[in-house]
């Protein structure tokens, strides 16, 4: 089967500049999940999707992050602005349910200058 | 909160055995485990559930103590694609956000 598609897989931009991520899960998945990995750490989830709908964006910094899951299917992730902090790759995963194992995508680098 | 894991690292020759550990001070209903290679995706290997359920990999074994909220994770007799960082993530009861712990890197010399 096809896995979950990321794109782009490398973003350089400036502080203060606008950056959108996008997310192709695995077919059927119903479950999505936005990961943030700073170098040398394990991912931090920033929101996760049921369907359409969000199940957690607690630790999603609503400020400047958004994301959306159109039709329960494709994803996006946006930075507006950016900050230096937000360096990191950001990391697509989806599952059956939330029960059941993660598979990820090969992520989106993220430079911030 | 975040689970922590032990060793931060270990260096094997090939065939050795390694443990990696994970603990919790929360009360833990689910235990997953993942391996990534530098620069790629984390790739699944282990669910261990409250109760005893186990989903996982064929090659690679684990355990969860739900007493004591930790789990361990077994490779035995290590070979060169066993190299990575192994991160076990954790869920609570009523929770469905996996927290990673900060990794343990795995190094597997011939």
Known sequence: ?113 | QQPVQSPQAVILREGEDAVINCSSSKALYSVHWYRQKHGEAPVFLMILLKGGEQKGHEKISASFNEKKQQSSLYLTASQLSYSGTYFCGTTGAGSYQLTFGKGTKLSVIP
């Open chain 1, 1 to 113: 089967e096809a896995g979950v598609a990321q794109s782009p897989r490398y973003k350089i931009i400036e502080k203060r500049q606008s950056v959108a991520f996008w997310c192709n899960p695995i077919s059927g998945h119903a479950t999505l999940y936005w990961y943030q990995q700073i170098l040398g750490q394990g991912p931090k989830l920033l929101i996760q999707f049921q369907n359409n709908g969000v199940v957690d964006d607690s630790q999603l910094p609503k400020d400047r992050f958004s994301a959306e899951r159109l039709k329960g299917v494709d994803s996006t992730l946006k930075i507006q602005p950016a900050k230096l902090e937000d360096s990191a790759v950001y990391l697509c995963a989806s599952s059956l349910d939330s029960e059941q194992p993660q598979h990820f995508g090969d992520g989106t680098r993220l430079s911030i200058l």
